[in-house]
């Protein structure tokens, strides 16, 4: 996934957040972040900007993961239970379909273990292949 690592690569966002990209395979991506002391709000706990952030670097590897250059068109998402410092979020994209230049993700955030771990938050996007390739 030459187009996937190149992305992360050059994705400082997420290098400063500490998000790792875990797995990817065409149309799928597994990323994980450890909820951090600068990363819980006023009421202790994880921001759910970050829970996003985790999500939706999930989206853009699986989105990336056909090779040409796509970006989020749109994002949705429900924040299911709290995720508190000290946890570790697993994020898993799954693309659903393709048409066109546009696809639909599904991603689903867990705490601690991926897939047997509490659900923390639902996420869908829709992706956006780009017609001029930088």
């Known amino acids: 996934m030459d187009a996937v690592d190149r992305m992360m690569d050059a994705d400082a966002a997420s290098r400063a957040l500490g998000i790792e990209l875990i797995g990817v395979d065409t149309g799928t991506a597994t990323t994980r972040m450890a909820v951090g002391p600068d990363m819980v709000n006023g009421h202790g706990i994880a921001h759910g900007a970050f829970v996003f952030a985790v999500a939706d670097t999930a989206f853009a590897c699986a989105c990336n993961s056909h090779g040409p250059v796509t970006v989020a068109a749109g994002a949705d998402i429900a924040f299911v239970a709290s995720a508190r410092e000290g946890d570790v979020l697993y994020a898993r994209a799954v693309e659903r379909t393709r ?26 996007g829709t992706s956006r292949t780009l017609r001029e390739q930088p």
Do not use: L, P
């Not at 048409?99 to 993700?105: H, K």
């Open 99 to 124: 048409y066109g230049r546009s696809g639909i993700y599904d991603v689903t955030v867990w705490r601690d273990e991926i897939e047997s771990g509490a659900v923390i938050a639902e996420f869908r």
